[in-house]
């Protein structure tokens, strides 16, 4: 028999632009996953990749489906990536079919960025198998997505997210304004050399010690803004 649905609350963690869209039809990560990813794509360009400015950080209840619990322990079903809003795995329909519209987990290694335990998260929100252009009314119904008030572990019932607050990622590096310094010469960081130009906040995308400070910096600036919340949450492990 299926195990009874288990339901976590944890932080979820988005690089994003100045602009504001819903949590759905996205990926997110843990605060490890959310580095890695702006340390190996992000931080390397002039301007920045997306024109990333600023790490939003979410709240997030996620509930697992019986079918999930049939195989796995924890909330979470397989990985997907999002594009624009359209899941673009081939086997996503299969997926939805097989699970509910749960959310997924993929754990990432060490080997590019040295931020242990980085967990890369996928939200499956209305219509995932189209983009934001394409999303009609019919397909927005008929694929209703996981989103709900309250996760109980039904088939579209899987996740609810609450906005928890956001970072800029020049006050991160302390960079100041860095669309202006970057046409100066600055830049944030090289694969090449493993450092930056005008700034080493980023130095060191492999060393354990140099990743733990990146890691603790964002907490601090999170808990210097929003004092009143809580710094961390427990995450339920990803066993994907």
Not at 172 to 181: E, K, T, Y
Not at 201 to 225: E, I, M, P, T, Y
């Amino acid at each position: 028999m299926p195990s009874p649905p288990r339901t976590f609350k944890f932080y979820m963690y988005r690089s994003q632009g100045d602009s504001n869209y819903p949590f759905e039809n996205v990926n997110a990560a843990n605060l490890g996953g959310v580095l890695r990813y702006l340390h190996d794509e992000v931080v390397t360009t002039c301007p920045r990749k997306f024109s990333i400015t600023r790490i939003i950080r979410f709240t997030v209840t996620v509930s697992a489906t019986p079918a999930v619990l049939e195989t796995h322990t924890g909330p979470f079903g397989p990985y997907v990536a999002f594009d624009a809003g359209k899941c673009t795995v081939p086997n996503c329909p299969n997926i939805w079919a097989k699970y509910g519209y749960v959310v997924g987990c993929q754990r990432q290694g060490t080997s590019v960025a040295n931020y242990p335990e980085g967990v890369w998260y996928s939200i499956p929100g209305p219509c995932p198998s189209q983009d934001f252009v394409h999303k009609s009314a019919q397909c927005r119904r008929h694929y209703t997505g996981g989103h709900c008030a309250y996760p109980n572990g039904a088939h579209d019932c899987t996740v609810h997210a609450e906005y928890s607050g956001q970072i800029n990622l020049d006050d991160l590096s302390g960079i100041g304004n860095f669309n202006a310094r970057c046409n100066q010469g600055v830049l944030e960081y090289n694969q090449t050399s493993d450092s930056g130009f005008g700034t080493n906040f980023w130095n060191g995308k492999r060393d354990a010690a140099s990743c733990a400070q990146r890691k603790n910096r964002v907490l601090q600036l999170f808990k210097a803004r929003y004092p009143h919340m809580p710094t961390v949450l427990p995450e339920p492990r990803c066993d994907w």
